[in-house]
């Protein structure tokens, strides 16, 4: 099962063992109508929703077949991008660019998918819908002429290019003791200590041996996106 952890869940549907695919290839779309998240409601026939400011929906596990690619279905993880409902007139902001990227970048690293576009209608890689006849039936023009220029000018190759090393995460993070950060993606703040990291609201229950003169003693530390990269590494204690 592969929940994206930055991803807000809607019209969510789980992971169904009787669905099951190992993703090869990420599919982008456009939504052709003027919604911030129509598969919300239910009917969903994708994984992921790129939404007007850049905030992302997840819709069901990428583990779990959607319906959105055709012949590609058994292998494809689907994203939809909000439009307005004019795909040529309002090409991918900069804050959907940046969501696109991020998504794409965790389903790449999550399911071992190379960032190359796909030779073929049946290879592993990146793509949009109208890129094989495959994928795309009946045949349309999604995601239309300006975002596939996007994808190859913009998107596709800043997925390519080297990633940065991740920043330092703020010490100090020994089992006894606790840092308070916040992840900038979500403005959520969490108390990290070498054992892992908790929501806040759930440490007083969850940290028995944290220093807590230590957290009332210091400020919230804002990490960088590159931080927080490196964040997503330490592993999240679930509440009993």
Same mark, same amino acid.
């Given at each position: 099962m592969a929940?994206c952890?930055?991803a807000? @869940?809607?019209?969510? !549907?789980p #992971?169904d063992?009787?669905?099951?695919?190992?993703?090869t290839?990420?599919?982008v779309?456009t =939504?052709?109508?003027?919604?911030?998240?129509p598969?919300?409601?239910?009917?969903?026939?994708?994984h992921f929703q790129?939404?007007?400011? &850049?905030d992302? #929906?997840q819709?069901?596990?990428?583990?779990?077949?959607?319906?959105? =690619?055709?012949?590609?279905n058994s292998?494809?993880?689907?994203i939809?991008? *909000? %439009?307005g409902g004019?795909?040529e007139? =309002?090409p991918?902001?900069?804050? @959907?660019?940046?969501?696109?990227y991020?998504?794409?970048d *965790?389903?790449?690293?999550t399911?071992?998918i190379?960032?190359v576009?796909p &030779?073929? *209608?049946?290879?592993? &890689?990146?793509? #949009?819908?109208?890129?094989? +006849?495959e994928?795309?039936n009946?045949?349309?023009?999604?995601?239309? %002429?300006?975002r596939?220029?996007?994808?190859?000018?913009?998107?596709?190759?800043r997925?390519q290019?080297?990633?940065p090393s991740p920043?330092p995460?703020p010490?100090?993070?020994?089992?006894d003791m606790?840092?308070?950060?916040?992840?900038?993606?979500?403005? !959520?703040?969490?108390?990290?200590? +070498?054992?892992g990291? *908790?929501?806040?609201?759930d440490? /007083? @229950?969850e940290?028995?041996l944290?220093?807590? =003169?230590?957290?009332h003693?210091?400020t919230?530390? %804002?990490?960088?996106?590159?931080?927080? /990269?490196?964040?997503?590494?330490? $592993?999240?204690?679930?509440t $009993?």
């Amino acid at each position: 099962m592969a929940i994206c952890p930055f991803a807000q @869940q809607r019209g969510w !549907k789980p #992971y169904d063992p009787e669905r099951v695919i190992t993703p090869t290839t990420i599919i982008v779309h456009t =939504n052709a109508v003027d919604s911030e998240d129509p598969g919300s409601t239910g009917g969903l026939t994708w994984h992921f929703q790129v939404g007007e400011h &850049g905030d992302i #929906y997840q819709h069901r596990d990428t583990e779990t077949r959607a319906a959105a =690619n055709a012949s590609a279905n058994s292998f494809a993880i689907s994203i939809e991008t *909000w %439009d307005g409902g004019d795909p040529e007139g =309002n090409p991918w902001s900069p804050q @959907q660019l940046d969501a696109l990227y991020r998504l794409i970048d *965790w389903c790449c690293t999550t399911h071992h998918i190379p960032r190359v576009q796909p &030779g073929t *209608w049946d290879s592993a &890689g990146i793509g #949009y819908h109208r890129m094989f +006849g495959e994928w795309n039936n009946p045949v349309h023009s999604c995601p239309g %002429d300006t975002r596939a220029a996007q994808f190859h000018d913009v998107l596709l190759p800043r997925l390519q290019s080297p990633s940065p090393s991740p920043s330092p995460i703020p010490s100090p993070l020994e089992d006894d003791m606790a840092v308070l950060l916040r992840t900038p993606s979500d403005g !959520k703040i969490w108390c990290v200590s +070498g054992a892992g990291r *908790w929501h806040v609201k759930d440490a /007083a @229950q969850e940290l028995p041996l944290v220093e807590w =003169n230590v957290i009332h003693g210091t400020t919230v530390t %804002d990490l960088t996106d590159e931080q927080e /990269a490196g964040f997503a590494l330490i $592993p999240e204690i679930p509440t $009993p």
